[in-house]
């Protein structure tokens, strides 16, 4: 079964800290896809990352970064020098390596920056 | 930059009503999708539809529910007798494009229905 788990529900943290949004997945493919996406309280769904099985390189866009790991089923998510507009709640997804295949979400963690 | 929209954004209806959801994909996508999150919870995905048809649909999308595109550019989803349970956010996506490249999917604001 395919799984992703997101065990952290809620974090605060104060604005200029730095904070990691963990991501833990299960799956049996040996090629899929992952993704983070954020939710701001204006509901909509904002695409930040995708990952392929194949390609364990960490990157980094701006303030954020990734960190892929194969051995240990995890796709972590970091925000350094957090700002108020990154609160939000963060969802990790698993996508199949097949075109077109369903994104499995996990329950999401919801990220609150206090100036 | 081009994206997926909805409409409307949010609904109200009376439990046993039929609902329609629309939404506007991106126009060189191949694949149209229907999500939903009640609220507070994870977005689950409902049904997923390529070349005018179902490609793959969840548990959740049982007889009640049904997914069209009319025309070239609207992708539908009914909902013909509302329960009180399918209160959620529905969000569209779209994904890979006529290259046949792109497994990220995008998604559209998404429409608020509430049935009371």
């Known amino acids: 079964a395919q799984k992703v788990t997101q065990a952290q529900t809620e974090i605060s943290v104060v604005e200029k800290e730095d904070v990691t949004l963990d991501c833990v997945y299960e799956?049996?493919?040996?090629?899929?896809?992952l993704f983070w996406y954020k939710q701001p309280p204006s509901g909509e769904l904002v695409f930040l990352i995708r990952?392929?099985?194949?390609?364990?390189q960490n990157e980094i866009s701006g303030r954020y970064s990734w960190n892929f790991q194969k051995s240990t089923s995890s796709f972590n998510f970091t925000i350094t020098a957090s700002q108020v507009v990154d609160s939000a709640v963060y969802f990790c997804?698993?996508?199949?390596?097949?075109?077109?295949?369903?994104?499995?979400f996990g329950q999401g963690t919801e990220l609150s920056v206090k100036p | 930059e081009p994206e997926v929209t909805q409409t409307p954004s949010h609904q109200v209806t009376q439990m046993g009503q039929e609902v329609i959801l629309r939404c506007v994909p991106i126009?060189?996508?191949?694949?149209f999708y229907w999500y939903r999150q009640i609220l507070g919870q994870k977005v689950e995905f409902l049904v997923s539809?390529?070349?005018?048809?179902?490609?793959?649909k969840s548990e959740i999308f049982d007889d009640q529910f049904s997914v069209e595109r009319p025309d070239g550019s609207n992708f539908t989803l009914k909902i013909r007798s509302t329960k009180l349970e399918d209160s959620a956010m529905y969000f569209c996506?779209?994904?890979?494009?006529?290259?046949?490249?792109?497994?990220?999917?995008?998604f559209g604001p998404g429409t608020r229905l509430l049935v009371l």
């Open positions: 996506a779209s994904g890979v494009d006529k290259t046949g490249l792109g497994e990220t999917q995008y």
């Open positions: 799956t049996r493919d040996t090629t899929y896809y």
């Open positions: 990952r392929n099985s194949f390609d364990e």
């Open positions: 997804a698993l996508g199949p390596g097949n075109q077109g295949g369903k994104l499995i």
């Open positions: 126009s060189n996508h191949l694949y």
């Open positions: 539809f390529y070349n005018n048809e179902i490609s793959e």
